[in-house]
Every structure is written in C-alpha cells, then in structure tokens.
C-alpha cells in the first residue's frame, strides 16, 4: 500500500481533527473527524476557501494565525473558544505546521485540532468553586487524575480520594491521593470490605455524612471495617460497563453534608476520570493499530524483509548521517538464473528459492546491515558506518552462503541457488537515486560477467 495512502487511512481513524490548507486558503485535505465537527461531507468541503467555511469573526482570528505560519514557517500552537450560531461552546487545541517546498517557502499548512470540549467543560465547573489545578491548552494525561484526587480531597476536607478499577471482582486501588490513611496504589482489598461496593450496588453516586446513622453503611463490612464516616462516590463507567470509582472518604463527620456544588463537583470529576481512561485506550489502540499498519506497509510479505518503501528510506537516512565519518555502502543483488527455475518448476518452487536464499543473505550479515527485498529476485543490501574492505568481507560472506543454499523438491530435484552482486560506497553528494543507479550498473556487470560474483562500481 502507497505511503500516503496509508498515512490517509491511519488520519481517517484518528479522533482528532486533520486538514491540509494550500497557499490560496483552500482546503485540500480535511479528515472524518474534522469534516464532522463543521458539520460538512468531504465533498463539500475540499476545494473550498477556509473563509467560506468559518463564520467571518472566526476567520478573521484564524486569518492572522495563518498569515503568521505562512510568513515565518514555523509551526504555531495555541487555543481557540469556539462558539456557534445556536449557542453552542467549543473549546479546541490547534497546532498548525508548514509545509515546506524544495525552497524552504511556505505552501501549505496542516491543521491539527483538538477538541477539548468535554475535558474543559469539567473544568470549568470546578473552576467556579475553586482556582482548579488544570491549565488551558494542557492534554488530557493519567497524572491529571491524581491532581483532580489531590484538589478533591482539599476541597471536600476529607482524609483520602481515591480512583479504583474492579475487574473481575477485584478491587485495586489505581490512583490515591492521602496524607492520614496508610494506602497506596496498587493496594488490592477484598470488595465487600469497601464503601466502592455500597456505589456499586446502587449503580449511582452514593453520599453519606454520618455512615454510622445511614442505613446503607451502619452494618456494612465497609463501615465496620474502616469506620469513615463520610464518604462520597461515583461509578467509573467506560463504554458502558462500570469500570470501578471514584470515591472520597473521611474517619470523622464532616461540619456540613455534602452540598449539591460538591456533589455535582464529584460528579464531573468522575465524568473527567472517565474520559481520561478512555481516551488513553483509544491511543493505546490507535498506536497499536498504526504500528502494526506500519509494520505491514513496510514489511515484504514473501520473505519477512524490509520491502522497497522501507529500504528506500532507510538509504536516504544512511546517506544523511553515515558518510559523514566514514562511507555507507549499497549492493544490488539479483538472483541468477531465477526465470528459468519459476519456468522449470513453477513460481511455489521460486517462491522457496526467493525465501531460503533471503534467510541466508540475512544470517550472514552484521548487526548494523539491513537486506532489503527490492521487488521480484532483486534485493538491496544497506551496509551503514563501514568500507569497502570490510563490505567486500560481508559481502562475500552472503554470495557463499546463498551458493551453499540447498532447496530439496519433493520431486527429489535439488536447486542451488547464487546470486550475483553489483556494490557501491557513498559519496559526498549522493542522493538515494545516484548511488542505488550505481549500484545496478555493478550489478548489471556482474550478470554479463561470469554472475555468482561480486562487481564493484568503479
């Protein structure tokens, strides 16, 4: 799959917004995310000025964002409050990057938005009964969780606050903050003993001042356990199925009971937890999901190599950093004869020939050296931080192992394989095409030559 292809489908899953804006204001790319949030198809979208999108008082604070990028080319972060015709608040995070052309000019910008609606709204409840911990602009992160525990439990003047997962029956204290109760995370506690299984019982937010008078608690193992006598929690629900909670605690009553401000306080905080677990699964999986799409792209599905795009990439990262201290060599090597074993006993036949033949090149090479299947019986050795001397050694090394390659049919018919080898050193102003067409040249030498060599460009 084409590179960028690839990067369009890893874009189209993401849940923070993409586009890409030309030099005119035009958009030219805008992923799902970002055409959704403008409430707009993609078709309706691309092609058109980034001015007949926005209202004109967005535009007009946008326009001076781009103009900058476009004058100075470099990239520009900041936050934007977003408010819409019907009423509706928007709190985003935006970064726009450059695009550069040959002559380092401005010629585009990528947009990267974030919208950050749901995490600013909790703060901004909690902001208007105290100076909350969270700054404007900061990701979303599990630490947030222990600064939320940590203001909670100042604010509500309780002993300890705790987020707790209960999987499989299992209670676990994940995050804690206390500074008069011996606990920390990690600790795991039988769940009936815990005033997290009186809020799941009632699937709801559960408070209580005077646990020893409230008949939910006067008899629980939690309370004859720990003895708190004022306790507020939350159910930490995570697509739809209760993933632990969010609980405050203190050994002694409270001067007052829990107000409703508190009450909903907790709440959002609960809400803020949530978004925080999931969010950090939904990047666990999306990067899981890119790694393993960029493992695939880059990977030759016959052998298990490195394919052409990674290689290609790969010599145009070698000739940037290696012929600096010393020369970075590249060898072109064809299998010989190869069309006349697909033609002789089928391509399956060719198939294990190509497969064997790789393993051998790729047993037979230093750590720093990386084979590269180039496409069809041609592969591409990457040599980094060496010589000619000590390649020639390597080199070698892999013609003798694939000569001494046997490929035993079930016919009985034995297939010897040998390759020949076309190899080149780096010079100073090298591009990837320059030094992979010498390369070729050699090998072309070495196929008319006698083959099963090696041949070095001159």
């Not at 958009?27 to 055409?35: I, L």
């Not at 985003?92 to 450059?98: N, S």
């Given at each position: 799959m084409?590179?960028?292809?690839?990067?369009?489908?890893?874009?189209?899953?993401?849940p923070t917004?993409?586009?890409f804006?030309?030099?005119?204001?035009?958009?030219?790319?805008?992923?799902?995310?970002?055409?959704?949030f403008?409430?707009?198809k993609k078709?309706d979208?691309l092609e058109?000025?980034v001015a007949?999108v926005?209202d004109?008082?967005?535009?007009?604070?946008?326009?001076?964002r781009?103009?900058?990028?476009?004058?100075?080319?470099?990239v520009?972060?900041?936050s934007?409050?977003?408010?819409?015709?019907d009423?509706?608040?928007?709190f985003?995070?935006?970064?726009?990057?450059?695009e550069?052309?040959?002559n380092n000019?401005t010629v585009?910008?990528?947009a990267?938005?974030e919208?950050?609606?749901?995490y600013?709204?909790?703060?901004?409840?909690?902001r208007?009964?105290?100076?909350?911990?969270?700054?404007?602009?900061?990701?979303?992160d599990?630490a947030?969780i222990?600064e939320?525990?940590?203001f909670g439990?100042?604010?509500?003047?309780v002993d300890?606050?705790t987020a707790?997962?209960?999987?499989?029956?299992v209670?676990?204290i994940e995050?804690v903050?206390?500074a008069k109760?011996?606990?920390?995370?990690g600790?795991q506690?039988?769940?009936?003993?815990?005033?997290c299984?009186?809020?799941l019982a009632e699937?709801?937010?559960?408070?209580t001042?005077?646990a020893d008078k409230d008949e939910r608690f006067?008899d629980h193992k939690?309370?004859?356990t720990?003895?708190?006598q004022s306790?507020i929690?939350?159910?930490?629900?995570?697509?739809?199925v209760?993933?632990g909670v969010?609980?405050?605690?203190?050994?002694?009553?409270?001067?007052?009971?829990?107000?409703?401000?508190e009450?909903?306080?907790?709440?959002?905080?609960?809400?803020?937890?949530?978004t925080?677990?999931?969010e950090q699964?939904v990047r666990?999986?999306l990067?899981r999901?890119?790694?393993?799409?960029?493992?695939i792209?880059y990977t030759?599905?016959l052998t298990g190599l490195?394919?052409r795009?990674?290689?290609?990439?790969m010599l145009?990262?070698g000739?940037a950093?290696?012929y600096?201290?010393?020369?970075?060599v590249?060898?072109?090597?064809?299998?010989?004869?190869?069309?006349?074993?697909?033609d002789?006993?089928?391509?399956d036949?060719g198939?294990?020939v190509?497969?064997?033949g790789?393993?051998?090149?790729?047993d037979s090479?230093?750590g720093?050296?990386?084979v590269?299947?180039?496409?069809g019986?041609?592969?591409m050795?990457?040599?980094?931080?060496?010589?000619?001397?000590?390649?020639s050694?390597?080199?070698?090394r892999v013609r003798?192992?694939?000569?001494?390659t046997v490929?035993?049919?079930?016919?009985?018919?034995?297939?010897?394989?040998?390759v020949?080898?076309?190899?080149t050193?780096?010079?100073?102003?090298d591009?990837?095409?320059?030094?992979?067409?010498?390369?070729?040249?050699?090998?072309?030498?070495?196929?008319h030559?006698s083959r099963?060599?090696?041949?070095?460009?001159k």
């Open positions: 084409p590179e960028r292809q690839l990067s369009n489908k890893i874009l189209e899953k993401l917004m993409v586009a804006i030309d030099e005119k204001r035009r958009y030219r790319y805008a992923n799902k995310a970002y055409c959704q403008f409430n707009l078709a979208m058109r000025f007949d926005l004109d008082e967005f535009y007009a604070r946008v326009k001076v781009h103009d900058k990028v476009f004058k100075s080319g470099k520009n972060s900041f934007e409050t977003v408010t819409f015709r009423g509706r608040k928007c985003l995070d935006v970064r726009y990057i450059p550069l052309d040959e000019k585009g910008l990528y990267i938005i919208d950050v609606t749901e600013y709204a909790s703060v901004d409840l909690m208007t009964i105290h100076d909350i911990i969270h700054k404007r602009g900061r990701r979303i599990p947030s222990d939320l525990l940590k439990v100042d604010y509500l003047d300890i606050g707790s997962s209960i999987i499989d029956g209670y676990t995050w903050q206390t109760l011996d606990l920390e995370a600790t506690l039988p769940l009936d003993t815990t005033y299984s009186v809020v699937n709801e937010l559960v408070h001042n005077e006067k939690s309370f004859q720990y003895g708190l306790y929690g939350t159910p930490i629900v995570i697509n739809d209760v993933w969010l609980g405050f605690a203190k050994k002694t009553t409270r001067l007052e009971a829990f107000s409703e401000l009450i909903e306080m907790v709440r959002m905080m609960g809400t803020a937890v949530e925080v677990i999931a699964a666990s999986d990067m999901q890119r790694d393993d799409m960029a493992l792209a030759d599905s490195k394919n795009s990674a290689g290609m990439e145009e990262q000739l950093t290696h600096k201290d010393s020369c970075c590249v060898a072109v090597i064809d299998f010989d004869h190869f069309k006349s074993i697909n002789t006993y089928g391509h036949v198939d294990q190509l497969i064997a790789a393993n051998a090149m790729n090479l230093r720093s050296d990386t590269i299947r180039v496409g019986e041609e592969f050795i990457i040599l980094p931080y060496t010589d000619k001397d000590n390649a050694a390597v080199l070698e003798e192992a694939v000569e001494k490929v035993t049919l079930d016919s009985g018919d034995v297939i010897n394989p040998t020949s080898i076309g190899a050193t780096s010079e100073t102003n591009d990837v095409s320059s030094i992979y067409r010498r390369a070729d040249q050699a090998l072309y030498k070495a196929k030559a099963n060599c090696i041949v070095w460009s």
